[in-house]
């Protein structure tokens, strides 16, 4: 009867402590304004006239170290009719086995016949002095937003500071499909410059948002329920099955010949970055 009894009692405060948590996370609301970190304070958004798409706020920093950086933005206007690049990149956690953060990349032809690489990186908007916490995710506590980056900040800054692997897939679909990705993207984050909303570390992540906008440009949807979409980690496999990525190889051997780290620890000063690391690629 003791143990009937205790049992009873466990239930109880369990049950009043779901709905104390629950109520706690129904009352947080989403908000532009906070003390963010300074990496994160400005918000990218675009303008589109016809096939002429001006991006806003594109983050170029100049990184020293993780926190030590000189801050720069600029804007620029892409020409959808150019866009020639699709490429997933997967930045796996050392300290979380299975999370990774994801992104995608895109490449257009510019005037002079040279590529420009734009990255779109859906991420927790942080405030200063926080850092991410999976946990801290499932209660409301990181607001969403979207990173426009040129990629020597957004892989540069994985690559020589975070120190991390980082796997840069070029992604095989038509060019139609690349400009409704773009935009479909862009659009969003106008949304969230307007319309805060909160990351969740189940349904709102890096790549489920992505896999919402790619199910948006195919025929046969992914399924948000394979559990390697909640260990990004391991959603390049997930790209490699649905045949995604633009190779002929097994995936281990992909899986390695597209790891990007030795090429981008070897760019020396006042060479092409981008161009440097797709010398796999090509």
């Known amino acids: 009867m003791k143990l009937k009894k205790l049992f009873k009692i466990f239930s109880v405060i369990l049950l009043l402590a779901v709905i104390v948590l629950s109520v706690y996370i129904l009352l ?17 958004f675009a ?18 170290d993780v926190d030590d950086f000189d801050v ?28 990774a953060h994801t992104f995608l990349s895109f490449g257009f032809e510019n005037e002079k016949g040279e590529m420009d690489y734009i990255a779109i990186s859906v991420e927790i908007r942080k405030e200063k002095g926080e850092s991410f916490s999976p946990w801290r995710g499932l209660l409301n506590q990181f607001e969403l937003m979207y990173v426009v980056a040129d990629e ?30 773009f935009w479909d993207m862009l659009d969003r984050a106008n949304t969230l410059k307007d319309n805060p909303e909160f ?17 948006k440009i195919r025929q046969e949807k992914i399924t948000k329920w394979d559990y390697r979409i909640f260990f990004p980690g391991y959603s390049d496999k997930i790209a490699y099955d649905v045949e ?21 620890e070897g760019w020396q000063e006042g060479e092409n970055f981008s161009e440097v690391i797709r010398q796999n690629l090509k």
């Open 28 to 44: 947080q609301k989403p908000s532009n304004d906070r003390d963010w970190n300074d990496d994160q304070k400005v918000l990218a």
């Open 47 to 64: 303008e589109r006239d016809g096939n002429l798409v001006t991006v806003h706020n594109i983050r170029n920093f100049n990184y020293r």
């Open 72 to 99: 720069n933005y600029y804007d620029k206007t892409f020409d959808l009719d150019k866009i020639k690049t699709l490429d997933y990149v997967v930045e796996p956690f050392s300290k979380f086995r299975g999370l």
């Open 152 to 181: 020597n900040d957004a892989i540069k800054l994985r690559t020589h500071y975070r120190k991390d692997d980082v796997y840069l897939y070029p992604i095989n679909t038509f060019t139609e499909k690349k400009q409704l990705l």
């Open 199 to 215: 990351y969740n570390t189940i349904w709102s992540t890096c790549t489920t948002n992505i896999l919402d906008h790619i199910n």
């Open 244 to 264: 995604l990525l633009d190779t002929d190889l097994p995936f281990d051997e992909a899986r390695q010949k597209f790891k990007i780290n030795d090429l981008a």
